[in-house]
């Protein structure tokens, strides 16, 4: 073998996405699907979880001064789906062309077609938004129209896509190019942005309370489902790593 070849070899393995440790357990799993089910259920009809959603919209629509309605508008930029998936993208392909390795963008896609599932479930589980119909216009939704299944639309506040959004690219950012951070700044990337987003987008009442922490539990599977793939050793189909060839 070459020096060429032996730095190309070298080359193609020069990603490892960073997990502390692989998840092995599924009993997270099981509690956030419990958990989601458990918020889900009191949703179907007026509930005293509806009641609070209610309650949370007001008191929120009640105490939003100009200056704090526009931090919680920018701050809740933290959640765009677009952005950060473009961001985690452009990592992704940056590794990969570096390492000469299309593992990173195999990873991206995985992460990506989870997230972008999650929109079905928007579909199955309809919901108005707190401010429906209008937004300029109160009142808005009440007990017996914050429902699931309320037929009303535009629906789709549930689960909440922005704060879901925080769990899967900052989480999947962190596990492209994590290992190359200090441990401190890895917490404050994975941790912040889902407070952050959590009180905003509730805050103005882009969603209702409960769409949070459904969209929580929802991220936390996707981003251990991906965390559970050995990305860097899993076998790929040959025509992915055509270099294999001739190794």
């Not at 972008?116 to 309809?126: H, M, N």
């Not at 879901?164 to 912040?192: C, D, E, K, M, Q």
Request: proline share 9%; hydrophobic share 50%.
């Amino acid at each position: 073998m070459t020096a060429v070849d032996q730095r190309r070899k070298t080359d193609t393995q020069v990603w490892r996405p960073f997990v502390l440790r692989r998840p092995r357990s599924w009993l997270p799993e099981i509690a956030m699907a419990v958990a989601f089910t458990a918020i889900t259920i009191p949703l179907a009809w007026p509930s005293p979880l509806i009641d609070l959603d209610i309650w949370i919209r007001d008191l929120a629509d009640a105490n939003r001064p100009d200056w704090a309605n526009l931090i919680a508008i920018q701050t809740n930029r933290l959640g765009q789906g677009g952005l950060l998936g473009g961001i985690a993208l452009g990592i992704a392909a940056i590794l990969a062309w570096r390492g000469r390795n299309v593992r990173p963008l195999i990873a991206f896609l995985a992460a990506y077609a989870m997230a972008g599932a999650v929109l079905a479930l928007k579909y199955t589980l309809p919901r108005v938004y707190p401010h429906w119909p209008e937004a300029s216009n109160p009142p808005y939704a009440d007990a017996a129209q914050a429902v699931l299944f309320s037929g009303l639309e535009p629906s789709g506040a549930y689960p909440s896509g922005h704060v879901l959004n925080t769990i899967i690219w900052y989480g999947f950012i962190v596990f492209l190019v994590g290992s190359r951070w200090h441990p401190a700044l890895r917490r404050a990337f994975l941790i912040l942005p889902p407070i952050i987003v959590t009180f905003s987008t509730t805050y103005l009442g882009f969603h209702w309370f409960t769409d949070t922490p459904a969209g929580l539990c929802i991220g936390i599977v996707i981003l251990r489902t991906v965390q559970r793939v050995p990305w860097d050793t899993v076998e790929l189909p040959l025509w992915l790593e055509p270099e294999r060839r001739y190794r």
